[in-house]
């Protein structure tokens, strides 16, 4: 069956249409590791055992929690959408979950956090995800001595101990029906991740694929019930497994040529990144990106068909550390004046410049300009394609014109900005509306 006659894959086009326009989300993780501020990973990376983990739990009371202000930040960002970490691989619980008492309403704050932050970015107008680690270093029932990850992999006391993964599954099924059950609608479940064995059918995906999309027939699914943030195995395939997902998310990484199917179709794919260089908060990690470093990103994912999820990690208190707010501030100015060419935009019909990068949509080409040059700024094999050209930011008139030194290029157009410098050192983005 090719790709458009397979009915999973229409329908996951059709399902990933307001995905595939929005374009750029938040990424959210946070929990009791943003008390130690080393990362998410911080209790398998130190081995730390669950008692060790525990004052974490007694002492987490994120006083400054306002998802509000998130969600308003992430809206004046130019985001559409957000993912929140509702359980994380540490197996903490940011909702009410009835299965188990490691979760946010049993801590000395005694709120549901997810339930806040559904409300509050809806609120603002943006689409809801909840981020499910599919692993849980908490869970009696997962696999512990000789796991890959698990904090306590190599730890002699946990050899031999009697477990029953069945047991897991059935929570982890439990808890992903609490969440799409009592929280509204949810427009994303964001699994993470498989690996060796723990993958497919290890947690009955399909069962749970069915199960979701029957309490949430709109609802996007990543593809790491199967996949990895290294591995979009199985996602280009024309006949997926049913637990494929609805869009692939290659991590830390923009793939060089976007993501397409076996039969070179493009897919939906979502490059999620961090601000810093942790997901979670990391206090002494200050390597943040800068503004430019953001938009361009984000360009360049939209020019190869893909959406961006950018992350902020906060800190225990419940705020989004203030580099990342001034970053997306300054992003968001820029998305302002510029998100016209990214929105339901994607790849060009003609090939990358040298200065920079093209979006379209339809007859609307968007120039992103990042290397002044010297001379008029070349659009190859556009001559005679063009309509006009308008600097996006202000809709202030750019001329088409053949100045004398380019009279050996006549498939070119040309656009010459009166001054040697761009009018926006983060993207000057042109509006070329082609004949
Ligand atoms: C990796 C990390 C996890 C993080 C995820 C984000 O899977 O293990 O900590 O949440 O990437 O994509």
């Known amino acids: 069956m090719t790709g458009n006659e397979n009915p999973l894959i229409i329908a996951r086009n059709e399902r990933t249409r307001w995905f595939s326009s929005d374009r750029f989300g938040m990424f959210i993780h946070w929990g009791l590791y943003s008390i130690p501020a080393r990362g998410e990973w911080v209790r398998s990376v130190e081995r730390i055992s669950t008692d060790a983990y525990q004052p974490y ?3 987490f009371n994120p006083s400054q929690y306002n998802p509000k202000v998130w969600a308003a930040l992430a809206r004046q960002a130019g985001m559409k959408y957000a993912v929140l970490t509702a359980k994380h691989h540490d197996g903490f619980c940011l909702f009410d979950s009835q299965l188990t008492d490691y979760k946010s309403t049993n801590t000395l704050c005694r709120r549901d956090l997810v339930r806040e932050y559904v409300e509050a970015f809806r609120a603002e107008g943006l689409k809801v995800g909840l981020y ?4 849980d270093w908490h869970h ?6 000789g796991d890959r990850h698990h904090p306590m992999r190599d730890n002699e006391e946990y050899k031999g101990r009697s477990q029953d993964f069945s047991r897991y599954v059935e929570y982890l099924h439990g808890q992903v029906r609490e969440l799409l059950t009592n929280y509204g609608r949810i427009d994303i479940i964001w699994f993470d991740f498989s690996y060796d064995k723990m993958s497919g059918e290890t947690w009955k995906a399909a069962e749970l694929v069915g199960m979701a999309r029957s309490l949430q027939p709109q609802i996007l699914i990543d593809n790491r019930l199967g996949g990895s943030g290294e591995s979009n195995r199985n996602f280009g395939s024309k006949n997926p497994p049913v637990y494929a997902g609805d869009f692939a998310c ?4 923009i793939p060089p040529e976007g993501l397409v199917d076996e039969d070179g179709q493009p897919v939906p794919w979502e490059a999620c990144l961090t601000l810093n260089k942790n997901w979670g908060y990391a206090a002494a990690d200050k390597d943040f990106k800068s503004p430019q470093q953001v938009v361009r990103a984000l360009v360049e994912c939209v020019s190869k ?3 961006m999820l950018l992350n902020v990690g906060p800190n225990a208190g419940g705020e989004i550390p203030g580099e990342c707010v001034q970053i997306l501030a300054e992003v968001g100015e820029w998305m302002r004046k510029n998100s016209a060419s990214l929105y339901a935009c994607g790849r060009s019909e003609f090939p990358k410049p040298e200065w ?3 979006t379209q949509k339809g007859k609307w080409l968007y120039a992103h300009i990042y290397d002044r040059g010297i001379g008029p700024v ?6 005679g394609k063009v309509k006009k050209a308008r600097l ?21 157009a040309f656009i010459d900005f009166p001054s040697s410098r761009l009018p926006d050192a983060l993207d000057s983005v042109v509006e070329l509306e082609l004949l």
């Open 57 to 59: 739990f007694e002492e």
């Open 132 to 135: 499910y680690s599919l692993l």
């Open 140 to 145: 009696p029932d997962y696999p512990a001595y």
């Open 250 to 253: 290659p991590e830390q990484i």
């Open 305 to 307: 068909n893909g959406n």
């Open 356 to 358: 920079g990068r093209y």
């Open 378 to 383: 070349n659009f190859r094999g556009l001559a």
């Open 392 to 412: 996006l930011e202000d809709g202030s008139e750019i001329k088409l014109e053949r100045p004398w030194m380019t009279t050996e290029y006549p498939a070119d």
